[in-house]
């Protein structure tokens, strides 16, 4: 029972990475005034380009690179359309959605089904890693664990101590205000789109090579869509995204315990998204406010005539 | 130096609309060419392809209206709900609703009545069921602020794993020899195909009759002019006294339902029996956004939008056969449309001219 419950918590870390990856993204977009709906199609680009290289390179660092590279240059379209030319940002989104979704399976179709025989070695803390219990569950983790995690906390630093960060929130939550003090509001979000397209790519590549270490067409399977909707939950704070993407990552693995009960294998594919639904119902009953977003969240912004 | 002036454009003839739109799908064209040829495919031969294969043969007219019926249905159920600026993106999830719900009412009481009470029954059931899955977002977001593009899409995800539930359990009909699927429809409720096609002219009237009752609704009445008002100004709404849960409830059910009818058409019109949510719709829940769009919102231009992309999936699927090429391949010729259309808005909306100056 002890190793099950061990190794349950040890995937939900697993399955959580790619989650919190993404959802600090959102976050760091969002907080700029920037809606994207494209997580699901930069992930899926992300995916397929870190496999691609990782395989032909054989280094599977090389291909995490080329995939954040790939990410920010591909969020670069929305940011375009709904920075410089207002457009609207939830069907920008969706429109970078189905061209990821498109052009990753038109990529890797030659790659489908091909095994990766590289390896990520997992990073074994030392020491730490003797802890009973915690030790295995949290300090012999692959990489792409401790990078999620850092990179949130970093972008929790970011967001809320540094100079730039004031200067993200602020442009979400009054673009005239912040315009006004000398920033430029265009820059910064186009720089907030651009971090979290990367975010997302890199939650691709930890699908692709960590995580099934194969690439099949539509295997980011709604993880994008959920990360936005983990960003609502972690009310904008990649500090909160931590534990609200590890739960649910918990919620993907709980899947595989339950299906020895005889619960149908379809009912427990639902619990992420049913779970999703009830976690916003939840603090929209405990504190509606608490829900409040960037208020020039998905706003297109207008610069002055000058 | 040449600066670049950008001034709001204020009267928009349909004219420069529909040139503006033109214009567009050919940008999206050279783009979608060059990736074709990225792909190491000849993309004049690739397109003319896709128009050939949908539109240059009577069987391919045939298969594009046939396809076109349930973008036609969704896509004018989300002019109103976007008009409204309420963003369903479950349509897909509220068409396989429909199909439940008519599926279970034609397995039912297909046997017991005459076709002319059972048909009519099973697109009421269709919408009953689009309607319902339609409105739980409308509740979530006005009583509980939770923004209606997640819910809608979690929704998507949930009916998928029901339909499957149904069909592999309860519903798996003896039939299917252990297949996955319920048994086929009774003839009664099954629908009349104009012959020597797959078009299931009753949901095909539907479709038309639906884009003509929606654009008087929407440019003729109060309820109309009350779901623009929630979209484009909520604060005037509230201090006119609009009552948001009711318009959005309506809305929805609306959109929902006539998505709910398009799944109603593919199940008793084509397929004759509730299968693998895949196989019941290709996708159209999505692509009917784009239709919507390219629509601008209108609901009788959306019949022709709805044929135009019925098209592409048709031509697509030509091509996939004949050059080898992925699935895929339409989601990147409707994204990058989709991009090109917003693109287009703006040099819609605002009038660019260049200043030369010596400085």
Same mark, same amino acid.
């Given at each position: 029972?002890?190793?099950?419950?061990?190794?349950?918590?040890?995937?939900?870390?697993?399955?959580?990475?790619?989650?919190?990856?993404?959802?600090?993204?959102?976050?760091?977009?969002?907080?700029?005034?920037?809606?994207?709906?494209?997580?699901?199609?930069? %992930?899926? %680009?992300?995916?397929? &380009?870190?496999?691609?290289?990782?395989?032909?390179?054989?280094?599977?660092?090389?291909?995490? +690179?080329?995939?954040?590279?790939?990410?920010?240059?591909?969020?670069?379209?929305?940011?375009?359309?709904?920075?410089?030319?207002?457009?609207?940002?939830? !069907?920008?989104?969706?429109?970078?959605?189905?061209?990821?979704?498109?052009?990753?399976?038109?990529?890797?179709?030659?790659?489908?089904?091909?095994?990766?025989?590289?390896? %990520?070695?997992?990073?074994?803390?030392?020491?730490?890693?003797?802890?009973?219990?915690?030790?295995?569950?949290?300090?012999?983790?692959?990489?792409?664990?401790?990078?999620?995690?850092?990179?949130?906390?970093?972008?929790?630093?970011?967001?809320?101590?540094?100079?730039?960060?004031?200067?993200?929130?602020?442009?979400?939550?009054?673009?005239?205000?912040?315009?006004?003090?000398? &920033?430029?509001?265009?820059?910064?979000?186009?720089?907030? !789109?651009?971090?979290?397209?990367?975010?997302?790519?890199?939650?691709?590549?930890?699908?692709?090579?960590? =995580?099934?270490?194969?690439?099949?067409?539509?295997?980011?399977?709604?993880?994008?869509?959920?990360?936005?909707?983990?960003?609502?939950?972690?009310?904008?704070?990649?500090?909160?995204?931590?534990?609200?993407?590890? +739960?649910?990552?918990?919620?993907? &693995?709980?899947?595989?315990?339950?299906?020895?009960?005889?619960?149908?294998?379809?009912?427990?594919? %639902?619990?992420? =998204?049913?779970?999703?639904?009830?976690?916003? +119902?939840?603090?929209?009953?405990?504190?509606?406010?608490?829900?409040?977003?960037?208020?020039?969240?998905?706003?297109?912004?207008?610069?002055?005539?000058? | 130096?040449? $600066?670049?002036?950008?001034?709001?454009?204020?009267?928009?003839?349909?004219?420069?609309?529909?040139?503006?739109?033109?214009?567009?799908?050919?940008?999206?064209?050279?783009?979608?060419? /060059?990736?074709?040829?990225?792909?190491?495919?000849?993309?004049?031969?690739?397109?003319?392809?896709?128009?050939?294969?949908?539109?240059?043969?009577?069987?391919?007219?045939?298969?594009?209206?046939?396809?076109?019926?349930?973008?036609?249905?969704?896509?004018?159920?989300?002019?109103?709900?976007?008009?409204?600026?309420?963003?369903?993106?479950?349509?897909?999830?509220?068409?396989?609703?429909?199909?439940?719900?008519?599926?279970?009412?034609?397995?039912?009481?297909?046997?017991?009545?005459?076709?002319? /009470?059972?048909?009519?029954?099973?697109?009421?059931?269709?919408?009953?069921?689009?309607?319902?899955?339609?409105?739980?977002?409308?509740?979530?977001?006005?009583?509980?602020?939770?923004?209606?593009?997640?819910?809608?899409?979690?929704?998507?995800?949930?009916?998928?794993?029901?339909?499957?539930?149904?069909?592999?359990?309860?519903?798996?009909?003896?039939?299917?020899?252990?297949?996955?699927?319920?048994?086929?429809?009774?003839?009664?409720?099954?629908?009349?195909?104009?012959?020597?096609?797959?078009?299931?002219?009753?949901?095909?009237?539907?479709?038309?009759?639906?884009?003509?009752?929606?654009?008087?609704?929407?440019? $003729?009445?109060?309820?109309?002019?009350?779901?623009?008002?929630?979209?484009?100004?909520?604060?005037?709404?509230?201090?006119?006294?609009?009552?948001?849960?009711?318009?959005?409830?309506?809305?929805?059910?609306?959109?929902?339902?006539?998505?709910?009818?398009?799944?109603?058409?593919?199940?008793?019109?084509?397929?004759?029996?509730?299968?693998?949510?895949?196989?019941?719709?290709?996708?159209?829940?999505?692509?009917?956004?784009?239709?919507?769009?390219?629509?601008?919102?209108?609901?009788?231009?959306?019949?022709?939008?709805?044929?135009?992309?019925?098209?592409?999936?048709?031509?697509?699927?030509?091509?996939?056969?004949?050059?080898?090429?992925?699935?895929?391949?339409?989601?990147?010729?409707?994204?990058?449309?989709?991009?090109?259309?917003?693109?287009?808005?703006?040099?819609?909306?605002?009038?660019?001219?260049?200043?030369?100056?010596?400085?």
């Amino acid at each position: 029972m002890e190793d099950i419950i061990i190794s349950t918590l040890q995937r939900a870390m697993v399955a959580g990475t790619p989650l919190l990856l993404a959802t600090t993204g959102e976050v760091i977009c969002e907080r700029s005034g920037i809606l994207n709906l494209g997580v699901e199609g930069v %992930m899926a %680009m992300g995916a397929v &380009v870190a496999f691609i290289v990782t395989m032909t390179t054989g280094h599977p660092w090389l291909g995490v +690179l080329a995939a954040i590279a790939v990410g920010m240059a591909f969020s670069i379209i929305h940011a375009f359309t709904s920075i410089t030319l207002q457009a609207n940002q939830v !069907v920008s989104g969706l429109a970078l959605t189905m061209l990821g979704l498109g052009l990753s399976g038109m990529l890797g179709k030659p790659y489908v089904g091909k095994p990766l025989s590289i390896k %990520m070695e997992d990073w074994v803390i030392p020491y730490f890693s003797d802890i009973p219990y915690l030790g295995k569950i949290l300090f012999s983790q692959g990489p792409f664990f401790y990078i999620a995690i850092f990179l949130a906390m970093a972008s929790w630093f970011l967001l809320e101590r540094t100079r730039l960060g004031i200067q993200i929130r602020s442009t979400g939550e009054n673009p005239k205000a912040t315009e006004t003090q000398g &920033v430029n509001v265009f820059k910064i979000k186009y720089l907030s !789109v651009i971090i979290g397209g990367g975010f997302s790519a890199l939650a691709g590549a930890h699908l692709s090579i960590s =995580y099934s270490k194969s690439w099949i067409e539509g295997m980011t399977a709604g993880r994008g869509w959920i990360a936005i909707a983990l960003t609502i939950f972690a009310l904008w704070n990649p500090g909160r995204a931590i534990w609200a993407a590890f +739960l649910f990552g918990g919620i993907f &693995v709980v899947q595989y315990l339950l299906q020895p009960l005889g619960i149908s294998p379809n009912f427990l594919s %639902m619990l992420p =998204y049913i779970a999703t639904l009830l976690i916003l +119902l939840l603090i929209s009953l405990k504190d509606p406010k608490k829900l409040n977003a960037p208020a020039m969240l998905a706003e297109p912004y207008k610069r002055g005539e000058r | 130096m040449i $600066k670049i002036k950008t001034t709001d454009r204020y009267n928009i003839t349909t004219l420069r609309s529909f040139m503006t739109n033109i214009l567009c799908l050919l940008a999206a064209l050279v783009v979608i060419s /060059i990736i074709f040829l990225i792909a190491g495919v000849n993309p004049i031969y690739a397109i003319s392809e896709i128009f050939l294969g949908s539109f240059g043969s009577f069987y391919g007219i045939k298969e594009t209206i046939t396809k076109a019926i349930p973008l036609i249905l969704i896509g004018t159920g989300l002019t109103l709900a976007f008009r409204a600026k309420f963003w369903n993106i479950g349509a897909e999830g509220q068409l396989l609703m429909g199909a439940i719900f008519a599926t279970w009412t034609g397995l039912t009481f297909g046997e017991a009545l005459p076709p002319y /009470i059972i048909v009519p029954l099973i697109f009421l059931a269709g919408f009953i069921g689009g309607g319902l899955w339609g409105a739980i977002p409308a509740i979530l977001k006005i009583k509980y602020s939770i923004n209606e593009v997640i819910s809608t899409l979690m929704l998507n995800y949930i009916c998928a794993e029901i339909l499957t539930m149904l069909i592999v359990g309860p519903w798996k009909g003896k039939t299917r020899f252990g297949f996955p699927g319920t048994n086929n429809l009774p003839d009664s409720a099954i629908l009349g195909l104009i012959p020597g096609s797959r078009i299931h002219y009753a949901t095909l009237i539907l479709a038309i009759l639906c884009a003509i009752v929606l654009s008087v609704i929407i440019y $003729k009445t109060r309820f109309g002019y009350e779901a623009r008002v929630v979209g484009e100004n909520p604060d005037a709404g509230k201090y006119a006294g609009i009552n948001f849960l009711k318009t959005s409830l309506i809305l929805m059910a609306i959109s929902g339902g006539l998505a709910g009818l398009a799944g109603v058409g593919e199940v008793a019109g084509i397929h004759h029996y509730l299968g693998y949510p895949a196989s019941i719709s290709s996708g159209y829940g999505f692509t009917a956004i784009i239709v919507a769009w390219l629509a601008k919102l209108n609901p009788l231009y959306a019949i022709i939008s709805g044929i135009f992309f019925a098209g592409i999936l048709v031509g697509g699927d030509a091509i996939q056969i004949s050059l080898g090429l992925p699935a895929a391949t339409v989601e990147i010729v409707n994204g990058t449309l989709l991009i090109f259309l917003i693109m287009g808005d703006y040099f819609l909306n605002h009038k660019i001219t260049f200043q030369f100056s010596s400085k």
